[in-house]
C-alpha cells in the first residue's frame, strides 16, 4: 500500500536545495508518494494552525504555537549564524527601530519575533517579503524587516542596514546560531510513518549538500532573479550542517528563543525543545 504525502516549504533556493535528493529521484521515496507545494512562509504557518500539510516548513515563532499538533524534525532547520533578518532604510534620519513604522513580513515569523524581543516599541505594517524593500524605498514605512535573499540584495536598491538580528543575537546569546525556519511534522502520522518521512528528508538534504553544484543549478530558478554566486551564497547560509542536524549549538539556540519569546510574553507557552524521529 503506497502513501501519499505533502510536503510544503518556501519557494526559495535555500528549501528548494534541500529538497533536491527527493525532486531529482536520486534518494528511493520508498514507495511513499511526495507532493511539493509552494507558498510562503507566512502563508504556510497559517495553513498549519489547520494541519493542510503533513510535513511543511514554518518559522518557529509560529512552532511555538503548533507543538501540540506537529513534531519538530531533527533536520531541515534555518538558522542565522551571525547573521539573520535584517532592518534596512533609506532615510538617513531613521537609525533605529524605537517608535518607527516597519514594514515585516508577517506576524508569525521568527523574524517579527526576535524585531520584538530586540525591540518592543515599533509600528508595523504587514507586506509580502518579496515586496518590502520597493515598500520601504517608496516611503510608505521608515524600514523594512528583510528575509530571504532580500538580505543579499537591499543595497542594490539604496537600502542600508540599521540592524542584522543574526549578529546582535549571537552577541546576545553568546554565539548561539538564531533559528528562523524548522520543518515539522503532523504527529497523527504516527511513529512508524513519521520515521521513514524523516529519513527521506534527512537523505535529500545530505544528497544535496554532497552534491553541491548540481543542487543549487536546480535552486537557483527559485532564487527570485538572484545570479548563480548567490544564489550559492544564500544556500550556504541557511543549508549547512545545522540544517542537517541541529547538534548541541542549534538545540540550545531554539531553546534560547522560545524561552527569551516566552519570558517577555510574546508566545503563550514554554515550548519544550524534543525531536521526532
Not at 511513499?32 to 503533513?54: C, P
Not at 511534522?185 to 512508524?192: K, N, W
Request: hydrophobic share 40%.
Amino acid at each position: 500500500m503506497s502513501h501519499r504525502i505533502t510536503v510544503a516549504h518556501s519557494p526559495d533556493s535555500d528549501d528548494a536545495f534541500m529538497f533536491y535528493g527527493l525532486a531529482s529521484g536520486a534518494v528511493d521515496s520508498g514507495g511513499i508518494e511526495i507532493d511539493q507545494v509552494l507558498s510562503d512562509i507566512e502563508t504556510l504557518n497559517r495553513a498549519a494552525f489547520d494541519g493542510k500539510y503533513e510535513v511543511t516548513a514554518v518559522s518557529f515563532h509560529a512552532f511555538a504555537h503548533l507543538a501540540d499538533k506537529y513534531a519538530l524534525l531533527p533536520h531541515g532547520a534555518s538558522m542565522g549564524d551571525r547573521y539573520g533578518p535584517i532592518v534596512v532604510a533609506t532615510n538617513p534620519a531613521v537609525t533605529g527601530v524605537k517608535g518607527r513604522k516597519i514594514a515585516i513580513p508577517g506576524t508569525l515569523t521568527t523574524a517579527y519575533l526576535a524585531l520584538r524581543i530586540y525591540e518592543p516599541d515599533f509600528e508595523y505594517v504587514v507586506v509580502p517579503f518579496d515586496q518590502i524593500e520597493a515598500f520601504v524605498a517608496a516611503a510608505k514605512a521608515d524600514a523594512g524587516l528583510l528575509i530571504h535573499e532580500g538580505q543579499l540584495t537591499y543595497a542594490d536598491n539604496g537600502l542600508r542596514e540599521i540592524v542584522d538580528l543574526g549578529e546582535w543575537w549571537a552577541d546576545r546569546t553568546g554565539g548561539l546560531p538564531l533559528p528562523l525556519g524548522g520543518n515539522i511534522i503532523r504527529r497523527d502520522l504516527g511513529p512508524e510513518m513519521i520515521g521513514k518521512v524523516s529519513k527521506l528528508l534527512h537523505d535529500s538534504i545530505a544528497h544535496a549538500l554532497a552534491h553541491r553544484k548540481e543542487a543549487v543549478e536546480y535552486a537557483q530558478q527559485f532564487g527570485r532573479g538572484l545570479d548563480k554566486d548567490r544564489t550559492d551564497t544564500f544556500v550556504g547560509m541557511y543549508v549547512n550542517d545545522l540544517t542537517l542536524g541541529y547538534g548541541e549549538r542549534g538545540r540550545k539556540g531554539v531553546e534560547r528563543l522560545m524561552a527569551d519569546a516566552f519570558e517577555k510574553g510574546l508566545i503563550p507557552r514554554r515550548v519544550p525543545v524534543e525531536f521526532a524521529a
